[in-house]
Nanobody
Framework: QVQLVESGGGLVQAGGSLRLSCAAS????????MGWFRQAPGKEREFVAA??????????YYSDSAKGRFTISRDNAKMTVSLQMNSLKPEDTAVYYC?????????????????WGQGTQVTVSS
């Protein structure tokens, strides 16, 4: 069983930055695919970024809205995954969730992730 706890959310002005962290416990962290999703009020949960493991090095995946502004990274020794968010926009306002699974085919599909954190609120003011 894997437990995920997010932190780092908060209120920031447009153009600012935030760094979200997700601490994992249980399981073999370095073998997990880790993802970030978000859900804004009245909207469906959407994919933000994911990072997989590979013998030749981690691979990262981003939504179009995150590409160029957000960076996902992982620290296997600390069992954490981070999401550095720069140039934030009001439309980035949402609850951000960390997710994990051993095996993911489509990184952007939330149903493929078995483990989820409780979420952390990110609010970007204009």
């Amino acid at each position: 069983q894997v437990q995920l706890v997010e932190s780092g959310g908060g209120l920031v002005q447009a153009g600012g930055s935030l760094r979200l962290s997700c601490a994992a416990s249980g399981g073999t962290f370095n073998r997990y695919v880790m993802g970030w999703f978000r859900q804004a009020p009245g909207k469906e949960r959407e994919f933000v970024a994911a990072i997989s493991w590979n013998w030749s090095g981690d691979k990262t995946y981003y939504s179009d809205s995150a590409k160029g502004r957000f960076t996902i990274s992982r620290d296997n020794a600390k069992m954490t995954v981070s999401l550095q968010m720069n140039s934030l926009k009001p439309e980035d306002t949402a609850v951000y969730y960390c997710a994990a699974d051993h095996y993911v085919i489509t990184f952007s599909r939330d149903r493929e992730y078995a483990y989820w954190g409780q979420g952390t609120q990110v609010t970007v003011s204009s």
